[in-house]
């Protein structure tokens, strides 16, 4: 039985950029992706935004605050 590799949101937002620079189309289309594949998992939906949404979302909170 093999185990699902997942990573905390940040993490995974930071490993996208790495991969695609700081093209936040491209980071957020494979962070939605990765949030439907079960890559990415948020423990609460309280903001009850849908995937695309949430990427932006933590993409802004990324540039706002500089964690990546």
Same mark, same amino acid.
């Given at each position: !039985?093999?185990?699902?590799?997942?990573?905390?949101?940040?993490?995974? !937002?930071?490993?996208?950029?790495?991969?695609?620079?700081?093209?936040? /189309? =491209?980071?957020? #289309? /494979?962070?939605?992706?990765?949030?439907? %594949?079960?890559?990415? $998992?948020?423990?609460?939906?309280?903001?009850?935004? #849908? =995937?695309?949404?949430? =990427?932006? =979302?933590?993409?802004? %909170?990324?540039?706002?605050?500089?964690? $990546?």
């Amino acid at each position: !039985m093999s185990e699902k590799l997942t990573y905390g949101q940040r993490e995974y !937002m930071r490993k996208m950029i790495e991969k695609h620079g700081l093209n936040p /189309a =491209a980071v957020c #289309t /494979a962070y939605e992706q990765a949030e439907r %594949d079960g890559v990415v $998992f948020r423990e609460k939906n309280s903001s009850r935004k #849908t =995937a695309k949404e949430y =990427a932006i =979302a933590l993409w802004n %909170d990324g540039e706002r605050k500089g964690w $990546f």
